[in-house]
């Protein structure tokens, strides 16, 4: 066989070279993008790019210019913990038995959190510094401390940042004047008689200083993100990011921070996509979105961003392509336990409206507790004006029972002030909101229909999420129709003394609070609570023993809380302080055994609590027994 003979020319060769080349840096794969997320504590969307007036935010402001504004976008959770334990995973904190603040929950080996995902695909992980999941943290990231950073990641990797910023947490906001506005000039502080307060606070000169210190903390904010920023720029590294700034929920103040309202989940949202990185997102540089957003979806969209295939445990959806959000018409939230100030609410919100459910309507937001007391300027001037008689309108109803339902139009009603659950022209909009938070609680199976310590008690040896996923142990929609009975006025005394025979002790539970709720002592169901001051759950034995004492029977209710304030569990103790506390001057006679037991909860936090878990919230509550007896405790927070 002869073999072909060719010939080409020099030139030839060289432009066959070059087209060649062409073609092999097409088929390149793309650099994945850099990902850094700026979180923020405790402010809702006051910002220039908001439309906020009052606002001075020249940084996050150009920022939004460059990027995406979400103007619906969601905190799965208006405090913290469970707010970034869904944050980090991309699951429901009530679904993981993480939706109270503050705790140490374990998790199943099946959930492995956005930085271990990120880590196994290449990318060095930084986390600087809050973490605050309400599960430990420990091998989650390449670097995590106050020295975490980008610029510490080997050569050549991609990384995933997270930088968090607490100059706006309530604690800074509520303080009285100190160092934090010293960054500012004075043509940046913020005029308290400009300031646009909310309805809800009273026009006081104390909470108008209070607004403007909140939006001065911002503007101090403002100016550690550009410095953030201009590091990001020196380093050469814009182009390649992708920036998400957010905050972890509503203001540090009243009717925000631990509120189920709407004013408690919202959040502003600005993600700045690099040109190169454009073709990942539908939205153009400089623009705005009403796109319904929640926590539950950051995680998978970063995922998705970096090329990274989204576990199907994962319970949110990647958002920044519309088609993948398709038919998205609600976000929920959840408000559990704050502090030591027990609540189960649950929210959805829709493009218009806002729907909570309260399972625990007898108990008002703002209660006799140490987080609600005067060490906090915003809680001090409500509770100056409420003990003076002097509190009126939307900010007295804090302290007064809720609803059980709640329907707010956002539309009509920005602030949330006009409740229309019982308006018969919107029936159909509440029950189709209702039906949709009702199906939401079975579809994400909630946890948190569990007493706190029943939960931990049950799911022993296993983690809450395991526990609950197992529908032989876990009778969610039994337990949650008992739930359902608490503060509707149509719940007898009958119907509730069935429930506390129920074999089951979450019913027993919520029976129990069901009984506690109808504000009225019966002697009936008194005799049936007695009966379980013994019951084989402490959160049944408590919530009897609380009720009792409540309606006059605390001498033989008061030593059950005795007994359980000295539980090896430090959740069943939680439940017993909290108790405690809610039955005021009727727990002087603990008096003895709280401070028996003190030590085991006593430390360096706030100078006075062992840490910042389970031992913290047991002394708040047990602090403001002694305080409710008339004993001198200075708290400091």
Not at 174 to 203: I, R, V
Not at 352 to 375: E, K
Not at 494 to 503: A, M, R, S, V
Request: with cysteine.
């Amino acid at each position: 066989m002869k073999r072909l003979k060719t010939s080409l020319h020099p030139l030839g060769i060289l432009l066959i070279f070059f087209l060649y080349a062409g073609c092999e840096k097409q088929q390149l794969p793309e650099a994945p993008p850099n990902i850094l997320w700026i979180s923020v504590e405790d402010i809702g969307p006051a910002l220039g790019s908001y439309g906020d007036p009052y606002a001075l935010t020249p940084n996050i402001d150009q920022l939004a210019s460059e990027g995406v504004v979400y103007k619906r976008a969601y905190a799965t959770a208006p405090i913290c913990a469970p707010a970034r334990s869904a944050l980090i995973t991309g699951i429901y904190a009530t679904s993981m038995g993480t939706q109270h603040l503050r705790s140490v929950i374990p998790i199943p080996d099946t959930i492995v959190t956005l930085p271990e995902h990120m880590k196994g695909a290449g990318y060095y992980t930084t986390n600087n510094a809050k973490t605050d999941y309400n599960f430990d943290p420990e091998g989650m990231w390449d670097d995590n401390g106050n020295q975490a950073h980008w610029r510490n990641r080997p050569e050549g990797k991609p990384f995933f940042s997270v930088f968090n910023y607490g100059i706006t947490h309530e604690g800074h906001t509520n303080s009285p004047p100190n160092g934090d506005l010293d960054p500012l000039d004075e043509d940046e502080l913020h005029d308290p008689a400009q300031a646009n307060l909310p309805p809800y606070f009273p026009d006081t000169q104390e909470m108008r200083e209070l607004w403007a210190r909140q939006y001065d903390l911002i503007t101090v904010m403002d100016k550690q993100v550009g410095d953030l920023l201009l590091q990001l720029e020196e380093d050469g590294l814009s182009d390649n990011t992708i920036i998400f700034f957010f905050s972890d929920h509503g203001f540090g103040l009243p009717r925000y921070k631990r509120w189920p309202q709407n004013t408690g989940h919202h959040v502003p949202l600005i993600i700045k996509v690099p040109e190169k990185y454009s073709h990942l997102i539908n939205l153009s540089e400089g623009s705005e979105t009403d796109q319904l957003v929640s926590f539950i979806d950051f995680a998978p969209t970063v995922l998705n961003l970096a090329g990274i295939s989204v576990p199907k445990v994962m319970q949110g959806v990647p958002f920044m392509n519309s088609d993948q959000v398709e038919g998205r018409n609600y976000v929920f939230g959840a408000r559990s336990r704050a502090d030591d100030v027990y609540e189960v609410s649950r929210t959805v919100i829709s493009d218009r409206y806002v729907y909570i459910r309260n399972y625990m309507p007898h108990q008002p937001m703002i209660q006799d507790a140490v987080i609600f007391s005067d060490s906090k300027r915003g809680y001090a001037e409500l509770n100056r004006l409420q003990r003076e008689n002097k509190l009126e309108g939307p900010a007295a109803e804090f302290y007064l029972p809720k609803p059980v339902e709640e329907l707010y139009d956002l539309k009509e009603d920005p602030f949330e002030l006009n409740n229309l659950a019982e308006n018969e022209d919107l029936i159909e909009v509440k029950i189709e909101m209702k039906n949709v938070l009702d199906e939401w609680i079975s579809e994400t199976v909630d946890v948190g229909f569990l007493p706190e310590a029943e939960m931990m008690l049950r799911s022993k040896g296993s983690t809450p999420y395991e526990y609950a996923h197992d529908k032989s142990k876990y009778n969610l929609l039994r337990i949650k129709a008992a739930a359902d009975l608490v503060g509707r006025e149509m719940t007898d005394e009958y119907n509730i003394g069935k429930l506390l025979e129920n074999p089951d002790s979450g019913v027993r539970f919520w029976a129990a609070t069901a009984a506690q709720a109808r504000q009225e002592s019966s002697d009936f169901l008194a005799d049936q609570l007695e009966e379980l001051l013994d019951d084989p759950s402490p959160s049944v034995a408590i919530k009897a023993a609380e009720t009792l004492a409540l309606w006059g029977r605390e001498d033989a209710s008061v030593p059950v809380l005795s007994q359980y304030l000295r539980h090896e569990e430090e959740t069943v103790m939680l439940e017993a302080a909290m108790a405690s506390r809610r039955i005021g001057t009727k727990a002087c006679p603990l008096i003895p055994t709280i401070k028996e037991i003190y030590p085991k909860i006593s430390g360096e936090v706030w100078g006075r609590y062992k840490n910042w878990y389970y031992p913290m919230f047991i002394g708040m509550a047990l602090d403001q027994v002694r305080i409710n007896c008339g004993e001198d405790v200075e708290i400091i927070n």
